[in-house]
């Protein structure tokens, strides 16, 4: 099974940038995703990292560090619209995601 | 932009009641699954499928059985409603190759009186 470990709130300024962390535990890795989840709405893809650095996509940019069992997710000159919860997600062998609690974004003007 | 469906999308049903959630995809996906969620906490995954014929128990333990017949066809049954069912009912299907991202339906939400 996975242990995926995620700021549970984080709140920022209109046109800052935030970071949000994610830590996993797996007995089997075989990539990791973002997703962004609007109130009421289902979860969309962001992004996917398999092999450790930065990829970029955008204003979104994610990282990923195997050895540490760490990634994050980073959101540039946020908008009001980036409002969301935005999900880590370790997926393994099989083809199996186990999610993160995910981590509310708030961005105020 | 993914086509996956869901009906209905609000359910309030009382207990006792059988129901069926309707999940269909027109991508020609093998894999396909039924996440739960509670509002402000995680997905569970409750049933998968690779294809055909296959269904497999997810992670939470759910008293919801599933079938797969049809390749674009994934329905979730519950025979007897209880207020514990009462949830955010996610459907997925997986593209064929990397990433294997996962895309999701616009959900049900299951209210059981």
């Known amino acids: 099974g996975q242990n995926i470990d995620q700021p549970t709130e984080m709140t920022a300024t209109e046109g800052a940038i935030v970071q949000i962390n994610c830590t996993y535990q797996t007995s089997g890795f075989n990539g990791l995703f973002w997703y962004q989840q609007h109130a009421g709405e289902a979860p969309t893809f962001l992004s996917y990292?398999?092999?450790?650095g930065l990829e970029e996509k955008g204003r979104f940019s994610s990282f990923l560090s195997r050895s540490k069992g760490y990634s994050y997710l980073l959101l540039k000159e946020l908008q009001m619209k980036d409002s969301a919860s935005y999900l880590c997600a370790v997926i393994e062998g099989d083809y199996k995601l186990s999610f993160g609690a995910g981590t509310t974004v708030t961005v105020r003007a | 932009e993914a086509d996956i469906y869901q009906t209905p999308r609000y359910l309030v049903i009382g207990t006792g009641k059988k129901i069926t959630l309707e999940c269909s995809q027109t991508m020609g996906h093998d894999k396909m699954y039924w996440y739960q969620q509670d509002p402000g906490m995680e997905l569970h995954l409750i049933h998968y499928?690779?294809?055909?014929?296959?269904?497999e128990k997810g992670d939470l333990s759910s008293e919801s059985t599933v079938s797969r017949i049809r390749t674009e066809h994934f329905p979730l049954t519950l025979e007897s409603a209880r207020p514990s069912h009462t949830s955010q009912y996610l459907c997925a299907s997986s593209v064929p190759r990397e990433p294997y991202e996962q895309y999701f339906g616009p959900g049900t939400r299951l209210t059981v009186t």
């Open positions: 499928s690779y294809g055909v014929n296959s269904t």
């Open positions: 990292n398999v092999l450790d």
